[in-house]
């Protein structure tokens, strides 16, 4: 993938999971080389990937997708230090830290992602919210800005943010 993107000088590389099934010195060694190709070629990189912490080591700017649809975009020190919408949240949440407490479950989101013929109504993520109530499950929320560069595709972000709801 990396060669065929050298020798047609692409301007912007798609990498989908690369690093997916890697150990992680080879992990490490393909984002070294990624980062290199962005800083020496001048090459845009829009990374797709599970891996949040892949995501803080190397990205600066975050789309999380939920459902085909972007539920939150931000800068990433942005996104890592007040994600504003719940499946953000849920899924900075499941990541295992090396200062948490072993005696407890690891969070999990619960339920599964719906199959895209049967999207529900309203907020795609108003079945596995905690925060979902009547006008999250009739009304699907706009893609907003709610911080400068930091925008959320929520009812209730504005809660986040320390405010009152839309
Ligand atoms: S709009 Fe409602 S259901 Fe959707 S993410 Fe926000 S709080 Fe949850």
Redesign the pocket.
């Known amino acids: 993938m990396i060669a065929m993107a050298l020798a047609c000088e692409s301007k912007v590389l798609i990498a989908d999971e690369p690093t997916t099934a890697l150990d992680v010195t080879i992990q490490a060694q393909i984002m070294d080389l990624m980062i290199d190709l962005n800083q020496k070629l001048d090459m845009g990189i829009i990374l797709i990937t599970h891996d949040l912490g892949v995501v803080a080591e190397v990205c600066s700017r975050v789309v999380v997708m939920y459902l085909g649809k972007i539920v939150e975009e931000a800068a990433v020190a942005d996104l890592f230090a007040r994600p504003l919408?719940?499946?953000t949240q849920g899924l900075m949440r499941s990541i295992a830290l090396l200062d948490c407490d072993r005696t407890q479950p690891l969070h999990v989101i619960e339920g599964t992602v719906p199959s895209l013929h049967n999207v529900p109504a309203g907020?795609r993520?108003?079945p596995r919210?905690p925060?979902?109530?009547d006008r999250?499950r009739a009304q699907m929320?706009a893609l907003e800005e709610h911080a400068p560069g930091q925008k959320a595709r929520?009812?209730?972000?504005k809660t986040f943010m320390g405010g009152q709801d839309a």
């Open positions: 919408h719940p499946y907020c993520f108003a919210c925060m979902a109530d999250c929320p929520c009812w209730h972000a």
